[in-house]
């Protein structure tokens, strides 16, 4: 049983984002609530296309908890981007041997406004909130993730 909760860059073999420095997901103030993560390279955004940004970043995250991922605030008031997903959502066993991808944790956004909107590297995009979860008494699952985005059927 896991107890722990950290970030750290994903295995070499699973980075989208080759080269480049790959900033860990932190807060911002004492009393922040979620982890910022970073864009790691400028990226684009299309009018009313998804993107996916993989962030070459993995949690490690307690068995009974999961990592909610949000879009800040700043982003959805003043630039008209959204979460594809409305609120993501990482489960503990996500990097755990994952063959597909080591847990890179990806945010697909979209840009609801009319113009190009760049975000560039470096600049904050989500945030990560770890959240504690309860089972109901009579759960029996026994099927352990094999892979990636999708890969629990």
Known sequence: MSKIRKFEVVENW????????????KRATK?????DFFVPTDTILIPN???FIHTD??????DDEFLSIYIRSSLAVKKEIVLINGVGIVDADYSRNNNKNDGNIMICLMNTNKKYITLNQGERVAQGIFQKYYIVEDDEVEKIRNGGVGSTG
Not at 31 to 35: A, D, Q
Not at 57 to 62: G, R
């Open 31 to 35: 009393f922040s609530t979620g982890y």
């Open 14 to 25: 699973a980075r989208k984002n080759e080269g480049v420095e790959i900033k860990l997901p």
């Open 57 to 62: 970043v993995k949690a490690h995250i307690p």
């Open 49 to 51: 296309k998804p993107t």
